[in-house]
């Protein structure tokens, strides 16, 4: 089908085809999922919440529990408040969550639903919070919606105080729950102790034990997420996702912030690890220095493999900063990278690295792109590999050219949320894998006298 793309380049305003990004409470209610026994609530009609929840559902393969105030006409006219304050009754009666984090759709900031005040009119029970952010999907994307909860939590939650306490914040940004475990580890080898939000460890991957649990054992905790005033610092990982939050802590609490890249790739990690270190005053510890080695080697051993090979990275904007960073000290050749996120910042980020390693020229960057767009590039000017959701198959098979999927969503296979992509064992893991598109491409196009096992 996408065999039709066509060559010919239009000015396209008004029209996405094959979009790299999804709507804002998408990333809300994948935000909400990651506190400790939260219910996320979607303050508009059934059918948004129902997308919602069967996109994230298809990419973690585990229930992804959402409510809605079901909105119809009445509503859709009259305002949503009747509705919200009846589903808040219902939801802690029957599913008995602590906390309800309510976010908006399009219809419900169309129609100009005053969430602030519903919610101050509320009469809750003791030890029973609601909190809310807004998320109108005609701006943004998934990202924005992920970064407006979170620090709707903080705005409601967070507590300001004088004392300072001997943890650190963490602001991860959109990552997977094997992400977060890659995280936390790393966090505990530094020596530190840590507060993240939100933590969707033990959540979206929770593991099979028979007896179905509607609130999983992970999550930030609400004390957490109070506490989170109170820390030393935060560190926010990847600025589309965590500067909201972090403007947000700073300005509520007045906590100092920092503001990196996520820790995809050898410098970003890199970084990472020193501003942990920086954090705990203590050295990195030999555990750390190994692995950065071995990454370093497997990365010295296939780089006849990685050299010169062209890429398109497409997907989320943080995730795609880091994994063009680390393509290129894999010594690939970046040659479209693409987000559908709005943001003229992220083409500057990519930038900066490109002109770090001297490779800009000819290189196509764009931010509120879409994969019609991509493939359109690729058509004339063709890939070694390309690297990003499941979105892009159809180009992949159009084309022939191998997919190594990261990022999300990746709707189509199995396991990869449980995997890290961050970190220096997230980076060999990316490394192998798009080692092994490659040399697989070598194996199926070579002659049955040159099929070698070594390589
Ligand atoms: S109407 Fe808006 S909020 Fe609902 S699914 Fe569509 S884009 Fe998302």
Redesign the pocket.
């Known amino acids: 089908m996408l065999n039709q793309t066509p060559l010919q380049f239009y000015d396209r305003r008004a029209l996405r085809i094959n979009p790299c990004k999804t709507?804002q409470?998408v990333g809300a209610l994948y935000a909400a999922l990651g506190v400790h026994r939260c219910m996320p609530h979607s303050h508009?009609s059934q059918g948004?919440v129902s997308?919602?929840r069967t996109f994230l559902t298809r990419h973690f393969k585990e229930p992804a529990i959402a409510a809605s105030s079901s909105f119809t006409e009445g509503a859709s006219v009259f305002g949503g408040g009747a509705n919200l304050k009846t589903s808040v009754k219902n939801i802690f009666d029957i599913y008995d969550p602590d906390i309800i984090a309510v976010h908006t759709?399009?219809?419900s900031e169309t129609i100009g639903d005053d969430l602030n005040s519903y919610i101050l009119d509320m009469t809750l029970s003791e030890g029973k919070l609601v909190v809310h952010c807004n998320t109108p999907?005609y701006v943004g994307s998934h990202i924005t919606g992920f970064a407006n909860m979170v620090a709707g939590f903080i705005r409601y939650l967070s507590l300001k105080s004088e004392e300072k306490s001997q943890k650190i914040g963490i602001f991860p940004g959109w990552i997977n729950p094997g992400d977060i475990h890659e995280l936390k580890r790393l966090v505990a080898v530094m020596g530190l102790e840590s507060i993240i939000l939100p933590d969707q460890s033990d959540v979206l991957d929770s593991p099979m034990t028979g007896t179905y649990s509607m609130y999983p054992e992970g999550g930030t905790t609400i004390d957490g997420i109070r506490a989170l005033g109170s820390v030393k610092k935060v560190l926010a990982l990847g600025p589309s996702c965590s500067f909201e939050p972090a403007l947000a802590i700073k300005s509520k609490c007045a906590v100092e912030t920092d503001l990196i890249e996520a820790p995809i790739g050898v410098v970003n990690t890199d970084n990472f690890i020193c501003a942990l270190s920086n954090l705990s005053g203590q050295g990195v510890p030999s555990e750390l220095e190994a692995e950065r080695g071995r990454l370093i080697d497997l990365m010295l051993d296939a780089s006849q493999y990685f050299f010169n090979k062209k890429v398109a990275i497409y997907g989320d904007p943080d995730t795609v900063v880091g994994l063009c960073s680390l393509a290129l000290e894999l010594g690939l050749r970046p040659k479209y990278i693409l987000t559908g996120t709005p943001g003229e910042a992220f083409v500057e980020r990519i930038n900066k690295n490109l002109d770090i390693y001297g490779a800009k020229e000819g290189v196509k960057v764009k931010a509120s792109g879409d994969l019609f767009e991509l493939h359109q590039w690729i058509k004339n000017e063709r890939v070694d590999v390309l690297i990003g959701t499941s979105y892009g198959k159809q180009i992949a098979k159009a084309e022939d050219i191998p997919l190594v999927r990261l990022g999300f969503p990746i709707l189509d296979r199995y396991g990869h949320s449980y995997q890290p992509i961050i970190g220096y064992r997230g980076a060999m893991r990316v490394a192998e894998l798009i080692a092994s598109a490659l040399m697989d491409r070598i194996d199926r196009d070579c002659a049955d006298e040159d099929l070698d096992v070594v390589m």
């Open positions: 709507c409470p508009g948004c997308y919602h759709t399009c219809l999907s």
